[in-house]
T-cell receptor
Framework: DAGVIQSPRHEVTEMGQEVTLRCKPI?????LFWYRQTMMRGLELLIY????????DSGMPEDRFSAKMPNASFSTLKIQPSEPRDSAVYFC????????????FGSGTRLTVV | SQQGEEDPQALSIQEGENATMNCSYK?????LQWYRQNSGRGLVHLIL?????REKHSGRLRVTLDTSKKSSSLLITASRAADTASYFC??????????FGRGTSLIVHP
């Protein structure tokens, strides 16, 4: 298995533009997480899906952020409109068995909003 | 919050020495995990210890868990320059959602 795959690896966009981050979890994993990492706030959970259903989105900062998981092999995190304070590294992680074997992270998308 | 907090924030040692990092948390947990993050990369799962376990080993890694003190430690023995990275603990409670601490930055000098 190629692991959790995120795209793009880097994204530079202008303030006000729409940004879409993509994630392909490990096949067979039924839980998917989106995290954001910054120096100031560390790793923050944004949203958690179980069996493609959003379970906890309390970490989504505001209405500009939305996430979908249309099927078991694909998820998106969208920011519209983007702002400079959204600049961060966004990670997707997946797991099975309620994380009994740990969580597998993607390599992340480094987002810069100028 | 059950968020773990690592200590120290930064650790600098010589190759061959042992490195010990600690994690404290506030509420009861189902399991605690340790992850490594190399600069510019994603987090890599190292080891998971369940709340009913006290110690686990994996290669040069040794993790202990003291639920009475709500703390865990990660010991890396005979460190190598390649161990240079940030190390995070993550705790999971009833929801099994991992919550991460701020990490310990480890530098191993060759």
């Amino acid at each position: 298995d190629a692991g959790v795959i995120q795209s793009p690896r880097h994204e530079v966009t202008e303030m006000g533009q729409e940004v879409t981050l993509r994630c392909k979890p490990i096949s067979g994993h039924n839980s998917l997480f989106w995290y954001r990492q910054t120096m100031m706030r560390g790793l923050e959970l944004l949203i958690y899906f179980n069996n493609n259903v959003p379970i906890d989105d309390s970490g989504m900062p505001e209405d500009r952020f939305s996430a979908k998981m249309p099927n078991a092999s694909f998820s998106t995190l969208k920011i519209q409109p983007s702002e400079p304070r959204d600049s961060a590294v966004y990670f997707c992680a997946s797991s099975t068995g309620q994380g009994a074997f740990g969580y597998t992270f993607g390599s992340g998308t480094r987002l810069t909003v100028v | 919050s059950q968020q773990g907090e690592e200590d120290p924030q930064a650790l600098s040692i010589q190759e061959g020495e042992n490195a010990t990092m600690n994690c404290s948390y506030k509420t009861s947990i189902n399991n605690l995990q340790w992850y490594r993050q190399n600069s510019g990369r994603g987090l890599v799962h190292l080891i998971l210890i369940r709340s009913n376990e006290r110690e686990k080993h994996s290669g040069r890694l040794r993790v202990t868990l003291d639920t009475s003190k709500k703390s865990s430690s990660l010991l890396i023995t005979a460190s190598r320059a390649a161990d240079t990275a940030s190390y995070f603990c993550a705790t999971s409670g009833g929801s099994y959602i991992p919550t991460f601490g701020r990490g310990t930055s480890l530098i191993v000098h060759p």
